[in-house]
Every structure is written in structure tokens, then in C-alpha cells.
């Protein structure tokens, strides 16, 4: 039996229902499929979940400065490992069913099934098959585990089944030193697990800037051990789980594996739109409208393994459904760069990194928050920032840091990049005193000393020299 529709969506993701709110404001003749478990990967296992987790690390880990602040006792807090793994589950179970309300009212138009292309405008699930003028693809992502590794069985955990254990262990591995592994890395640090982290590569959490790695590579090790650049083995042992990396041969009674997500592409039949894939299984698609060659296709979100965070995958399902239900696409231009890691210190990327700089053509600014005042106050007097500006006209490019607050620095400063604002330009607003921003101005004001030029507005208002004052 052949059914027809306008738009078929696959997958109930965050990239999928992106899609599906723009091509309901155009047509009602939809279909969205979906394969396991609705809910979004955001929302069921990805960045609130984690973040539940983090936020109890945090409070927990907050007894280590008491003293510093004068408060006795600290040292008599216990921890209820169950109850917050139980707090973590009913967070996520309340996201998730906020989620499943936008696809329950959906009614006959939301199908669970597994759904196989059968070209370009045609798609089967079981023994239906369904035409439409446009197909999107969104079918996510999940975990990479290697499969030598499986062997372990529920020794082995990634972030799709760590939020629902019931208990943590004493001796955990963390492998995979990228966003999700230092968050999860430290956070079960802070709730008293015992935790050794692995990457093969030396590079953490994507930083390019090498004075902000040694910051970040510093501050994290006083928390955890980290080994990295070493591929990692693991086998099975009598109590749990060996670990072997270069010089390091431990046991340990779980692992967490979180060396990255591949999209949910296998046996979706995308070697029937008669496009040439990469080595990866990738089709070729534009990012600036979604689509897959010149065909009615179009793919977003983690399916595209283009930029794995949310606000990506909902620009991206927005742009599939805007072209899915137009007669000839828009292109759109994309976001400034963004990207946060939720450890303490922050890390943040925005626009440029180092890496791409050419080093002739920007000037750096820095601060180090050891001796600022209000992280000094805070006791999160820890970190540094980075920020890069071009040589002529002294627009901000972007920026890399380690650094409290990082993420409210971030946004400030993918605001300055979105917008071309200068140094001059930052340098002349407010900065409120005393307020961990005031460490982004005195990276603003080693750039304008380099060489900008001399100025007679506000933005050349020198500061004080001194901590209480700047």
C-alpha cells in the first residue's frame, strides 16, 4: 500500500521536530517516523541529564570552600548516591514528557518504525510505503563503542545508559576527554567516585589555544587523573574492568565510554538516492540549506555529523523544513560559532579559534582570573581567557578560554563576533564593578595597548593596577 504526503520527517529528534514545526505552518499532509525511543537526545540523555548531574556535583563539591569562607562542619556532609541518581532520572522523565506532548498531538501523522529509502521522494516502513515530494532526514545520533569493547557488557557505560543506574561505583574509567567526558569525568569526581580519565589523543575538549589546554589540562587534574595520548585497550578482569594505555595498566569496576556519536545512518538505504558517499557514509549536502545534492532531500542534526550541539540541529531542522515545503531553497546564513563545556573551570570556544588564526593578521588579548577580583571573592579565582582581535580594525574574531562564568563570557563575546564590534566598541560600554566581566576588559585593554592607535572616547579609560578595582 502506497501512502502520499507532502513531507515525510524522519526521526522525532530535536532536528526533526525543528523541521516539523515549519512545515506545519505550510501543510498539514506530514508524516514523521521515528525508530526508538522519542524524547530527543537532549532531553533523554544528553545536555539535561548531564546537567542534573553536574549541578548536584557542584553543590556537593561547593563543601570543599567552606573554610576558605569561614563556614565549620563542611567536613560532616554526606552524599546519597541513589538519591541523586533518583533526582537525575525524575528531572529527565519531566523534560522528556514535555517533549512527547508535541509528538503525542501529532496523532495518526507520528509513526513509530523504522524507515528504509526507496529513492528520493519515496520511503518504506515494514510493508507501507509512503511518497512525498521532500523526505528530511533526522535521524540522530548514538554512542561510538568500539566492538571488541561490547564484550564487556553492563561494565561498560555511555552517557544513552549512565543516567540510569541506580548507584555509582568506587573505581570508574572515563575515555574520551571531549565535552561529555570532562563533564562527566569531573562530575563523578565530585560525587566521590574515584575516576581516571583516558583520551588517545592530547587535545581536550577541542581547545586549539595552548595557553588556555594548560589551564584547562592544570585545573582538571587536580580533580581527576588524566593520561592522553595513548590508544586505550580494555579487557575484561576478575573484579571489573583493565585498562591499559601506554604506560598506565589499571582495573577499575566501570567504564564510561564517551569517545564521540556517529549518525543513525546504517541500512537507511541512502545508496538509493544515487549520490556518491564519503569514506564515511556521508552524502554531500549544502549546510547552508540542508539539502543532499539537487535532490528533494534533506538532512539535519546529528544525522549530518556536522555540529552535534542543539542549537545546531534546530537551526538546521528549521532551514530541512523551510526548503522541504518551498519551491526552491533559501539559503541561510549560519550562526557564529558557539561552543561550552559545562566543567569548572568553563570551557568555551567562540568564532575563530587559535587554530585557524593567521597569526600575521590578529593581535591577542589575555587575562589570567587568578588575581581578579571577584573570582578572588568567589574562591573560583582559576582560569584564563583568550580573546582574538584583526591587526587593522580591531574587530573581535573570536576566542578560546578557561575561565568561571565561562559561559555567560561566551555569549557576550559571540555577540561582539555576530555583530563586527571592535575592542573599541567593547571597551566602551559599562562594565559593572565588581563583576567576573571585568576580566574580558582587561583582555580588551592588552589588545588596544598593542597597537590600535590611541583613542580620546571612554575606551581608552586605563585601569587601576589593582584587584579591588579591576
Same mark, same amino acid.
Given at each position: 500500500?502506497?501512502?502520499?504526503?507532502?513531507?515525510?520527517i524522519i526521526?522525532?529528534g530535536?532536528?526533526?521536530?525543528?523541521?516539523v514545526?515549519?512545515?506545519?505552518k505550510?501543510?498539514d499532509n506530514f508524516?514523521l517516523?521515528?525508530?526508538?525511543?522519542y524524547g530527543?537526545?537532549?532531553a533523554r540523555?544528553g545536555?539535561?541529564?548531564s546537567k542534573?548531574?553536574i549541578?548536584?556535583?557542584n553543590?556537593?563539591?561547593a563543601?570543599?570552600?567552606?573554610?576558605?569562607?569561614?563556614?565549620c562542619?563542611?567536613?560532616h556532609l554526606r552524599?546519597?548516591i541513589p538519591?541523586?541518581?533518583?533526582?537525575?532520572?525524575a528531572?529527565?522523565d519531566?523534560?522528556?514528557?514535555g517533549?512527547?506532548?508535541?509528538?503525542?498531538?501529532m496523532?495518526e501523522r507520528?509513526?513509530a518504525?523504522?524507515?528504509?529509502?526507496?529513492?528520493p521522494n519515496?520511503?518504506?516502513v515494514?510493508?507501507?510505503?509512503f511518497?512525498a515530494?521532500?523526505i528530511?532526514?533526522a535521524?540522530g545520533?548514538?554512542?561510538?563503542v568500539p566492538?571488541?569493547?561490547?564484550?564487556?557488557?553492563?561494565?561498560l557505560?555511555?552517557?544513552?545508559t549512565?543516567?540510569?543506574?541506580e548507584?555509582?561505583?568506587a573505581?570508574?574509567?572515563?575515555i574520551g576527554?571531549?565535552a561529555?567526558g570532562?563533564e562527566?569525568?569531573?562530575?563523578l569526581?565530585r560525587?566521590?567516585?574515584?575516576?581516571v580519565?583516558f583520551d588517545?589523543s592530547?587535545?581536550l575538549?577541542?581547545i586549539?589555544?595552548?595557553v588556555?589546554?594548560?589551564?584547562? $589540562?592544570? !585545573?582538571?587534574s %587536580?580533580?581527576?587523573?588524566?593520561?592522553? +595520548?595513548h590508544?586505550?585497550e580494555? &579487557?575484561?578482569?576478575?573484579?571489573g574492568v583493565?585498562v591499559?594505555?601506554?604506560?598506565?595498566?589499571?582495573?577499575?569496576d566501570?567504564?564510561?565510554?564517551?569517545?564521540g556519536?556517529k549518525?543513525n545512518?546504517?541500512?537507511?538505504?541512502l545508496e538509493?538516492?544515487?549520490?556518491?558517499?564519503d569514506d564515511?557514509g556521508?552524502p554531500?549536502?549544502?549546510?547552508?540549506t540542508?539539502?543532499i545534492g539537487d535532490?528533494?532531500?534533506?538532512i539535519a542534526g546529528d544525522?549530518n555529523a556536522?555540529?552535534s550541539?542543539?542549537?545546531?540541529?534546530?537551526?538546521e531542522?528549521?532551514?530541512a523544513?523551510?526548503?522541504?515545503v518551498a519551491d526552491?531553497?533559501?539559503?541561510f546564513?549560519?550562526?557564529t560559532?558557539?561552543?561550552?563545556v559545562f566543567s569548572?573551570p568553563?570551557?568555551?570556544a567562540?568564532g575563530? $579559534?587559535? !587554530?585557524?588564526? %593567521?597569526?600575521?593578521?590578529?593581535l591577542? +588579548?589575555?587575562?589570567d582570573?587568578? &588575581?581578579q577580583?571577584?573570582?578572588?571573592t568567589a574562591?573560583r579565582?582559576q582560569?584564563?581567557l583568550?580573546?582574538?582581535?584583526d591587526r587593522?580594525?580591531g574587530?573581535?574574531?573570536?576566542?578560546?578560554?578557561?575561565?568561571?562564568?565561562a559561559e555567560?563570557l561566551?555569549?557576550?563575546?559571540?555577540?561582539a563576533v555576530?555583530r563586527?564590534?571592535?575592542?573599541h566598541d567593547?571597551?566602551a560600554m559599562?562594565f559593572?564593578h565588581?563583576?567576573?566581566e571585568?576580566?574580558?576588559r582587561?583582555?580588551?585593554?592588552?589588545?588596544s595597548?598593542q597597537?590600535?592607535g590611541?583613542r580620546?572616547?571612554l575606551s581608552?579609560?586605563?585601569s587601576?593596577?589593582?584587584e579591588a578595582?579591576d
Amino acid at each position: 500500500m502506497t501512502n502520499n504526503a507532502d513531507v515525510i520527517i524522519i526521526g522525532a529528534g530535536s532536528a526533526g521536530l525543528a523541521a516539523v514545526r515549519q512545515v506545519k505552518k505550510k501543510t498539514d499532509n506530514f508524516i514523521l517516523i521515528n525508530d526508538g525511543p522519542y524524547g530527543t537526545t537532549c532531553a533523554r540523555v544528553g545536555c539535561m541529564p548531564s546537567k542534573a548531574l553536574i549541578e548536584v556535583a557542584n553543590a556537593f563539591h561547593a563543601r570543599n570552600k567552606a573554610e576558605a569562607f569561614g563556614i565549620c562542619g563542611s567536613e560532616h556532609l554526606r552524599i546519597d548516591i541513589p538519591a541523586v541518581m533518583r533526582r537525575v532520572r525524575a528531572l529527565r522523565d519531566r523534560f522528556v514528557g514535555g517533549v512527547l506532548k508535541s509528538t503525542e498531538a501529532m496523532g495518526e501523522r507520528s509513526r513509530a518504525g523504522r524507515a528504509r529509502l526507496l529513492g528520493p521522494n519515496e520511503v518504506a516502513v515494514g510493508e507501507q510505503v509512503f511518497q512525498a515530494r521532500c523526505i528530511v532526514i533526522a535521524t540522530g545520533s548514538s554512542p561510538v563503542v568500539p566492538k571488541p569493547w561490547l564484550a564487556l557488557g553492563d561494565r561498560l557505560l555511555t552517557t544513552d545508559t549512565l543516567f540510569d543506574e541506580e548507584t555509582l561505583p568506587a573505581r570508574m574509567a572515563v575515555i574520551g576527554l571531549g565535552a561529555i567526558g570532562i563533564e562527566m569525568a569531573q562530575a563523578l569526581s565530585r560525587l566521590g567516585v574515584e575516576v581516571v580519565a583516558f583520551d588517545s589523543s592530547d587535545t581536550l575538549a577541542g581547545i586549539s589555544d595552548p595557553v588556555v589546554a594548560e589551564m584547562a $589540562r592544570k !585545573a582538571l587534574s %587536580e580533580e581527576f587523573a588524566i593520561h592522553s +595520548g595513548h590508544e586505550v585497550e580494555l &579487557s575484561g578482569a576478575t573484579n571489573g574492568v583493565r585498562v591499559q594505555a601506554g604506560p598506565v595498566d589499571i582495573e577499575v569496576d566501570r567504564v564510561l565510554v564517551a569517545i564521540g556519536r556517529k549518525p543513525n545512518l546504517g541500512d537507511l538505504g541512502l545508496e538509493t538516492l544515487g549520490v556518491t558517499l564519503d569514506d564515511r557514509g556521508m552524502p554531500p549536502f549544502d549546510r547552508s540549506t540542508m539539502q543532499i545534492g539537487d535532490l528533494p532531500v534533506f538532512i539535519a542534526g546529528d544525522a549530518n555529523a556536522d555540529a552535534s550541539l542543539l542549537h545546531e540541529a534546530a537551526d538546521e531542522g528549521y532551514i530541512a523544513g523551510v526548503n522541504a515545503v518551498a519551491d526552491l531553497p533559501t539559503c541561510f546564513q549560519r550562526r557564529t560559532p558557539l561552543a561550552i563545556v559545562f566543567s569548572a573551570p568553563g570551557i568555551a570556544a567562540v568564532g575563530q $579559534r587559535f !587554530a585557524t588564526l %593567521e597569526s600575521k593578521r590578529c593581535l591577542i +588579548g589575555s587575562v589570567d582570573f587568578a &588575581s581578579q577580583g571577584r573570582a578572588l571573592t568567589a574562591q573560583r579565582n582559576q582560569g584564563v581567557l583568550r580573546v582574538y582581535a584583526d591587526r587593522e580594525d580591531g574587530r573581535i574574531l573570536g576566542a578560546e578560554m578557561c575561565a568561571p562564568a565561562a559561559e555567560h563570557l561566551a555569549h557576550l563575546l559571540v555577540l561582539a563576533v555576530d555583530r563586527g564590534l571592535t575592542v573599541h566598541d567593547l571597551l566602551a560600554m559599562p562594565f559593572y564593578h565588581p563583576v567576573l566581566e571585568e576580566g574580558l576588559r582587561t583582555a580588551l585593554r592588552e589588545i588596544s595597548q598593542q597597537s590600535l592607535g590611541s583613542r580620546s572616547d571612554l575606551s581608552a579609560c586605563d585601569s587601576f593596577q589593582a584587584e579591588a578595582l579591576d
